[in-house]
C-alpha cells in the first residue's frame, strides 16, 4: 500500500508532503498517546493520531514514519506542517474517527504488524 492509497480510502486531505504519496507503508499504529507509538511502531508505518502538538511530528522522525494522519477532524498548526515538511513526511487529515480509520486501512490490507 501507499501513501495515496491511505489518503483514498480514509478519505484524507493532503497538508503537506504531496510530493511523497507513492512512498510505501507497511504497517499502521494508531494512538494519542507517543510513548506507546515509540514501543509498538515500525517503520515504513502510518502514524494515525488525534494529538495536534510538535512532538507527533519529532516522534515519527524518529521512527523512520512515512505519514501521519490526523483523525477526528483535527488539524495541526502552520508551524507543525513546516517541521513535517522540513522532515520529508506527508501529513493527511481525516474527519473518520480513530477506531473507524484503524479498521478502514485494516480493511484495505494494512495491518500492524507482529509485537
Known amino acids: 500500500m501507499t ?3 491511505v489518503r483514498e480510502v480514509l478519505g ?5 508532503g504531496e510530493e511523497y504519496m507513492d512512498r510505501e507503508v507497511r504497517s499502521a ?3 494519542d498517546m507517543m510513548s506507546d507509538v ?4 515500525k517503520d515504513h508505518s502510518v502514524l494515525l493520531t488525534g494529538l495536534c502538538n510538535p ?6 522522525e524518529m521512527l523512520d514514519i512515512v505519514c501521519i494522519v490526523f483523525v477526528r477532524g483535527k488539524k495541526p498548526d502552520e508551524s507543525m ?9 506527508v501529513v493527511l487529515a ?3 474517527r480513530m477506531f473507524s480509520s484503524c479498521g478502514i486501512l485494516y480493511q484495505a490490507g494494512l495491518n500492524s504488524g507482529a509485537i
Open 38 to 41: 515509540l514501543a509498538f511502531s
Open 12 to 16: 484524507a486531505r493532503v497538508l503537506a
Open 3 to 5: 501513501v495515496r492509497d
Open 29 to 31: 499504529c494508531g494512538s
Open 81 to 89: 506542517l513546516e517541521m513535517a515538511r522540513e522532515r520529508g513526511l
Open 55 to 60: 512532538q507527533v511530528i519529532r516522534t515519527a
Open 94 to 96: 481525516t474527519g473518520h
